[in-house]
Nanobody, 127 residues
Framework: QVQLVESGGGLVQPGGSLRLSCAASGFTFSNYAMSWYRQAPGKERELVAA??????????NYADSVKGRFTISRDNAKNTLYLEMNSLKPEDTAVYSC??????????????????WGQGTQVTVSS
């Protein structure tokens, strides 16, 4: 069955960096666009970054709040999605989850476009 397992979260000081990983299994990873979402306490889930599948080239999308600081990438040989996070701010504190974009006809920004989600990994930015 489809599984998405995140890792790499933790506690980091403001200005620090973290690299999140999402190990995918149970499907042909390279065929699917993938995204990172985050949800902070009391806030709605937010799309952080997205990356197209191999067949459509390495096009990426980012939320305005993370542009220039976060980088999404994928290694199709390892079935793994990454999120490199630099210059972290306290407002980046959230649970970060990866998701598979299984509904190709829906827009990146719609949560309904994603059919499988991981359990998430906690990122806390605090001094």
């Amino acid at each position: 069955q489809v599984q998405l397992v995140e890792s790499g979260g933790g506690l980091v000081q403001p200005g620090g960096s973290l690299r999140l990983s999402c190990a995918a299994s149970g499907f042909t990873f390279s065929n699917y666009a993938m995204s990172w979402y985050r949800q902070a306490p009391g806030k709605e889930r937010e799309l952080v970054a997205a990356i197209r599948s191999f067949g459509f080239g390495p096009s990426t999308n980012y939320a305005d709040s993370v542009k220039g600081r976060f980088t999404i990438s994928r290694d199709n040989a390892k079935n793994t999605l990454y999120l490199e996070m630099n210059s972290l701010k306290p407002e980046d504190t959230a649970v970060y989850s990866c998701a598979r974009k299984g509904r190709q006809n829906l827009a990146w920004s719609l949560a309904a476009a994603y059919d499988y989600w991981g359990q998430g990994t906690q990122v806390t930015v605090s001094s």
